[in-house]
């Protein structure tokens, strides 16, 4: 069984992870409609989880119309999910950051994330977060959008098999501030997110993955809009 995590554009990720029943696809932060980069449209995506992490429009602003057709149970701080329910989205799980929960395809777990987290009407979006997700044997971390941080050493101790970096810069850490996430966590494969979608966070991509290949023990995946990282789950 594999664990196959596609890339759409921006911070946006399709996860198809086995569980016992066969498989499930999670959906981490999606943006899509207004995304110049996402190679396919909200109304093109499946969904069983809908993970998102903070509350920018880039990061919601497809959120409510997906968990509203596919019935998908949306993961995410109180916060977001309480506005979702105002939206008439009922399946929702809320956490807070360190807690997590157990579900058919492996367990999800809220990191620390230092960014901002106001919803687009608004609202209060309560704190941003990262993803931990244990899926069969192996672990995945979603930075999703923070600053560099310390306490990415202490995410990185248990073994990471896929971490997925913010490199755009100006909104979240840069390339520079990624290499050194790297060197924290120590994951076996890295994948960088969060760029290129916008002039303001368009990064040289391949310099990076020369810069990770010669700095770190990581093995960098720099894909383009729609292109998959596949994992072995056992
Ligand atoms: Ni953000
Ligand atoms: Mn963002």
């Known amino acids: 069984m ?57 990061h919601v602003s497809d959120a409510a119309s997906i968990a509203r057709r596919t019935g998908a149970l949306v993961i995410s701080n109180f916060e977001i999910c309480t506005w979702l329910g105002k939206q008439g989205i009922e399946r929702t799980h809320p956490h807070n950051l360190g807690g997590g929960s157990t579900h058919d395809f492996g ?36 930075a999703c959008d923070t600053a560099l941080f310390y306490d990415m050493k202490l995410i990185g101790e248990e073994g990471i098999d896929l971490a997925v970096l913010p490199i755009g810069d100006q909104f979240t850490m840069g390339p520079a501030d990624a290499i050194r996430a790297i060197q924290l966590i120590q ?27 010669a700095q770190t023990s990581a093995e960098p995946r720099v894909l383009a809009p729609g292109g998959k990282i596949v994992l072995k789950a056992s």
């Open 187 to 213: 994951p076996k494969i890295v994948a960088p997110s969060h760029y290129d979608t916008w002039p303001p966070i368009h990064q040289d991509a391949a310099a990076w993955q020369e810069q990770v290949r």
């Open 2 to 58: 594999e664990i196959e995590a596609t890339w759409l554009g921006h911070g946006t990720w399709s996860l198809v992870v086995p569980c016992p029943q066969g498989t499930r696809t999670i959906l981490i932060d999606p943006f899509l409609n207004d995304s110049p980069t996402a190679p396919v449209k909200a109304d093109q995506v499946a969904a069983d989880y809908i993970l998102i992490s903070h509350g920018h429009f880039d």
């Open 107 to 142: 367990r999800v777990q809220l990191t620390l994330a230092h960014h901002s987290s106001m919803l687009p009407d608004g609202s209060y979006g309560g704190n941003p977060s990262g993803f931990l997700l244990w899926i069969g044997a192996r672990k995945l971390y979603f």
